[in-house]
């Protein structure tokens, strides 16, 4: 594992690398853009609740029939099959609650979507970088509009094949939302510019999403003590990037239910435009 030096002082606009907007309000990273007035929110998602968007959530299960996940169209697991990883269907369920967690957020922001769990992680919340990279291959192949990736990797020898995935999903129109992770630490897809990276802000407001100019990552999204689903049909509140992610996972199923042909470009553009802080809200 590596870590990431702040920028140097003359580097473009200045400061530190963000990984997180803990320490500050969203007052303090204002930007303008013009064509916000004319891109939002009620015309990129308005009405909406993603119905007809295919989301699939990579991550440690589901928990099937969960009260704030609703129903699963599919779940499936990544597993060895004659000493090579692959992925099969599976009868709903979630090893440690991480996968519920996201997958409850998911279902909050945008409830008509479709969602489909596809489990990469074991037990104790760890797993291997062979299970995320045939996790995630199997999710673009499926043409998924969006997959939400709560977890990376620090392992280097993983990164080219995740670079080409995420590319390979960015000019598919499968579009990754990908958490940064807590630390700051070197990890992947997140860093990769091909995905939507999104690290936690401290606000109480779930709707609240802030584009932050100074990356690597992209957007801000609620991430301190979310109410989120837990194990047999529970709640708690758990902090994290890692669930800050699915708040733009469903804002995207949100955008995609009402402009279902927009590229990844065109959806990470809406994204910009609408971000509190770039229209001025």
Not at 139 to 161: C, E, H, K, M, Y
Not at 188 to 206: I, K, L, Q
Not at 210 to 224: C, D, H, I, K, T
Not at 251 to 256: E, G, S
Request: glycine share 12%.
């Amino acid at each position: 594992m590596t870590t990431t030096p702040d920028a140097p002082a003359g580097s473009p606009r200045g400061g530190a690398l963000t990984w997180n907007l803990l320490d500050r309000r969203p007052s303090d990273i204002p930007v303008a853009a013009d064509g916000a007035r004319r891109v939002t929110p009620e015309w990129a998602y308005g009405g909406a609740d993603g119905g007809g968007v295919r989301v699939c959530v990579v991550d440690s299960g589901v928990e099937p029939g969960h009260p704030m996940v609703g129903e699963l169209a599919g779940s499936h697991a990544v597993v060895e099959r004659d000493g090579e990883p692959t992925v099969v269907p599976v009868e709903a369920a979630d090893i440690c609650g991480h996968g519920t967690a996201c997958a409850g957020i998911v279902r909050g922001v945008a409830p008509g979507c479709e969602l489909t769990s596809v489990r990469i992680l074991g037990g104790n919340g760890g797993g291997s970088g062979q299970a995320l990279l045939t996790g995630l291959a199997w999710a673009i192949d499926q043409g998924f509009d969006v997959v939400n990736l709560s977890l990376s990797t620090s392992r280097p020898q993983f990164n080219q094949v995740l670079r080409e995935l995420a590319d390979r999903a960015y000019f598919s129109r499968t579009v990754i939302v990908a958490s940064a992770h807590n630390a700051r630490i070197e990890s992947f897809p997140w860093r990769f510019s091909s995905v939507v990276s999104v690290g936690s802000h401290a606000e109480d407001d779930s709707g609240l999403v802030l584009y932050n100019p100074s990356p690597p990552v992209e957007f801000f999204a609620r991430g301190q003590a979310v109410p989120v689903a837990a194990l047999k049909g529970g709640t708690t509140r758990n902090t994290g990037n890692s669930f800050a992610a699915p708040h733009v996972t469903g804002l995207c199923a949100l955008i995609l239910g009402k402009h279902p042909y927009l590229t990844s470009f065109e959806l990470k553009t809406i994204l910009y435009l609408t971000a509190a802080n770039v229209r001025g809200a």
